[in-house]
């Protein structure tokens, strides 16, 4: 499953995000990187271990993790820690996959969706398109600010470079509680039915209470 999911931060929050960037320290992309990435990774990365960085990254991590689609699609357990990162002209990230577990002992995360918080505005760089090969479809994104790219971390993908501007933006990794891809995209399916027949039903009524205990089962076999 692969989805954009406007406005997971508003305009307000948007504005005040690229206002703490600004005080931000900015070090090498490469440091995060496995030891196949790090030979096409072009970027910085900020530091958010001062009080700007950890506001910055508490504000996105609330957004994230509120967003009810984001809960509805990917059905988080875990997340690994927020990235934000800055690609300005002659960078980008080449063609690569990402790691299968991320951190280490019990904070190893399973990485089974990734997801990009674009942070720039498609007008504010050129190039710099998150390009995904998904489904045999090689998937081109550069969505508005405030957008998200939620997609499988078992797909190949890259940032094309960027020729002029620069691109800030986001990123982290999701653990599901549920494994399969396909089961997810079932209980997906019907969260959302479920939430189309809430207009027109009450909750009460032999049609919400049947979609709940669908919803309720299929959730006990998948997990």
């Known amino acids: 499953?692969?989805?954009?999911?406007?406005?997971?931060?508003?305009a307000e929050t948007l504005a005040d995000l690229r206002a703490q960037l600004d005080l931000l320290t900015w070090k090498d992309g490469t440091e995060t990187a496995g030891r196949t990435a790090k030979q096409v990774k072009r970027n910085l990365q900020a530091d958010l271990s001062s009080r700007s960085g950890v506001k910055v990254r508490d504000t996105l991590?609330?957004?994230?993790?509120?967003?009810?689609?984001?809960r509805s699609a990917a059905r988080p357990a875990r997340y690994t820690k927020l990235l934000v990162s800055k690609t300005e002209e002659g960078g980008g990230y080449g063609m690569h996959i990402d790691n299968a577990f991320m951190g280490a002992g019990a904070?190893?995360?399973?990485?089974?969706?990734?997801?990009?918080?674009?942070?720039?505005?498609?007008?504010?760089?050129e190039g710099g398109e998150l390009q995904i090969e998904h489904a045999g479809q090689t998937i081109?994104?550069?969505?508005?600010?405030?957008?998200l790219i939620l997609y499988p971390s078992t797909s190949l993908h890259q940032v094309r470079p960027v020729t002029s501007g620069t691109r800030l933006v986001c990123v982290g990794w999701i653990e599901s509680r549920i494994k399969r891809?396909?089961?997810r995209e079932v209980l997906f399916d019907v969260s959302n039915l479920k939430a189309e027949l809430?207009?027109?039903y009450d909750s009460q009524s032999p049609?919400?209470?049947i979609t709940?205990?669908?919803?309720s089962n299929l959730l006990r076999r998948f997990s």
Not at 61 to 70: E, N, Q, V
Not at 212 to 215: D, E, Q
């Open 212 to 215: 709940a205990k669908i919803l």
């Open 207 to 209: 049609e919400m209470l």
């Open 61 to 70: 991590s609330d957004a994230i993790k509120g967003h009810p689609l984001i």
């Open 107 to 125: 904070d190893a995360i399973r990485t089974d969706l990734s997801f990009t918080l674009f942070l720039s505005a498609p007008d504010e760089y």
């Open 198 to 200: 809430s207009k027109q």
């Open 140 to 147: 081109r994104a550069k969505p508005d600010a405030g957008d």
């Open 181 to 183: 891809a396909e089961d």
């Open 1 to 10: 499953m692969l989805l954009k999911i406007a406005n997971v931060l508003t």
